[in-house]
């Protein structure tokens, strides 16, 4: 069966990088793409970007350009979305989910940023 | 950046029919917009029900359904259950393949 499993909740002081992962099974990853999207406390969902697993190219939605690097690893069909500089407002759950069709999810991962 | 906008909150009875709405500030919502409706409940990840305006997932109830209406992209519930109470997100995507979310929509049936 489909799944994507993402690492697990991260705390990070101001100004910090951190890399969340989305460990996707059960099907060709090359095939698709990966949505990141987040989601800070008691907020709305937040569209960050998309990649393609068949050929890394990406898309970043404009409040994330320059701050935000996604990658993919066919070897471990691993997304990667890693978010530099960190600020407080950067505190969100962080999901992936899988493209085109938004079918499955990533259970997401709590980025905690805090002095 | 585009805007996308929703109804902040709408309550339906048990049993009723609710139509919630996602409008864009650019103009008219099209099928080009390939308009998706995601809900999610309290402390859950969320989950597509519609996409591409009116495909459904295998897990989507039928009680379900998406469609385009008034230069507006819609998602009708009819037969309202307790259990459909959750928040409800449109996500449209624009030139370029950058996507916007709109706000939400709280869904009380009550």
């Known amino acids: 069966q489909v799944q994507l499993v993402q690492s697990g909740a991260e705390v990070k002081k101001p100004g910090a990088s951190v890399k969340v992962s989305c460990k996707s099974s059960g099907y060709t990853f090359t095939s698709f793409g990966i949505t990141w999207v987040r989601q800070a406390p008691g907020q709305g969902l937040e569209w960050m970007g998309w990649i393609s697993a068949y050929n890394g190219d990406t898309i970043y939605a404009q409040n994330f350009q320059g701050r935000v690097t996604m990658t993919t690893d066919t070897s471990t069909t691993t997304a990667h979305m890693e978010v530099k500089s960190l600020r407080s407002d950067d505190t969100a759950v962080y999901y992936c989910m899988r493209d085109p069709r938004g079918d499955y999810w990533g259970q997401g991962t709590l980025v905690t940023v805090s002095s | 950046q585009a805007v996308v906008t929703q109804e902040p909150s709408v309550t339906v009875s048990p049993g009723g029919t609710i139509t919630l709405t996602c409008g864009s500030s650019?103009?008219?919502?099209?099928?080009?917009?390939?308009p998706h409706w995601i809900q999610q409940k309290p402390g859950q990840a969320p989950r597509t029900l519609i996409y591409?305006?009116?495909n459904k997932h295998s897990w989507t109830p039928a009680r379900f359904s998406g469609a385009l209406l008034g230069g507006q992209a819609a998602l009708t519930l009819s037969g309202a259950q307790p259990e459909d109470e959750a928040e409800y997100y449109c996500l449209l995507s624009y030139s370029g393949g950058r996507r916007v979310f709109g706000g939400g929509t709280k869904l009380t049936v009550l």
């Open positions: 650019t103009g008219a919502v099209t099928s080009g917009h390939y």
């Open positions: 591409d305006t009116s």
